[in-house]
């Protein structure tokens, strides 16, 4: 699996449809709406992007989206293409797209996921991908690489009870091994609290750190004592600092503070700007209007030097249980 900075075919992103991602009135579905909207035209500004659109909303996606942006008509679920897609990896001149299990984020009772548990093996075909199938339940959002053999994976997913009940740390590593060419997996003990709770994914990597560069990770970091997330921080600094690379290197440690705000009518935030997209030549990055906005966007420009960093207001994604990064996946060129 390469990093997610090497250049991209394309950009696949998922509408949102019926239930909670709509919301329950029609204010919530035009924010919905809106909000998926900018993500995806930010991104074609930069590469081509794909939306899978649900029969129900063909006609509707398109007032919304840039007329350079292609459209797949298929049932989905769900709009959260980062986990229910498939994972690209590349083998020399053959493009690969890892089909996961998918199964509501462990069977969670209020998802739905019958035809998200479909969805990747069709994105494979559509973008003429050789399908590398997987027993091993996962998500996109799961994992972050570095290109060189390195993932970051959470105890809390991967070998999650409703995900993969009876599967080792070495059952896990050598699935990873087998389908995106891990040779050195870096076990998180958990996410973020609030992607901890009911209506989280139980500890998406993707939330909470990502590695920049080869040996550089950056980390989501609460720094207020007042949020349960300042733990959590602390907890992963501690394992990243006593773990090394693929390549038997130490990671240097760049903090990202977490947005000033703490709570919302949900209770304590999972706002993060470690759950950014890259795309060629850009970062699409999470803005919360917060004061930390402008001071997030300088840092992920220093980690991505040469890239023009767009934000986008993703607190109508994180209110919906995610962020950019997830309702985006990355499909690597061929031709570098």
Known sequence: MPHEGVRHDQLWVAWPTSGY?????????ETARQTWAAVANAASEFEPVTVVVAPAD?????????AAIELRVQPIDDAWI????????????????????????????WAQW????VLAPLVADWAFAERVDSALVNEGGGI???????????ETVQRDPGRNPNMSRADVEAELA?????????WLPRGLTRDSEKFGTRGHVDMCATIASPGRVLLHDQRDAAHPDHAVSAELRAVLADS??????????????APTVLRDDGGFVDF???NHVLVNGGVIACSFDDPNDANAAAILGDAYPGRDVVSVDARPLFERGGGIHCVTQQQPSLTG
Do not use: C, M
Request: no cysteine; proline share 3%; aromatic share 8%.
């Open 82 to 109: 980062r986990d229910s897609g498939p994972t690209f990896v590349l083998d020399g001149a053959t493009l690969g797209a890892v089909t996961w299990v998918f199964n509501g984020w462990g069977q969670q009772e």
């Open 58 to 66: 063909a006609d509707i996606a398109p007032k919304y989206l840039s």
């Open 21 to 29: 991602t709509l919301g329950d009135s029609a204010e919530d579905a």
């Open 178 to 186: 087998r389908t995106i060419g891990a040779t050195s997996v870096i």
């Open 272 to 274: 993060s700007y470690v």
């Open 244 to 257: 090394h690379d693929a390549r038997g290197e130490a990671f240097e440690i760049v903090d990202l503070p």
């Open 144 to 154: 972050h690489v570095d290109g060189l053999g390195t993932v970051l994976v959470t």
């Open 114 to 117: 019958s035809n998200d548990a």
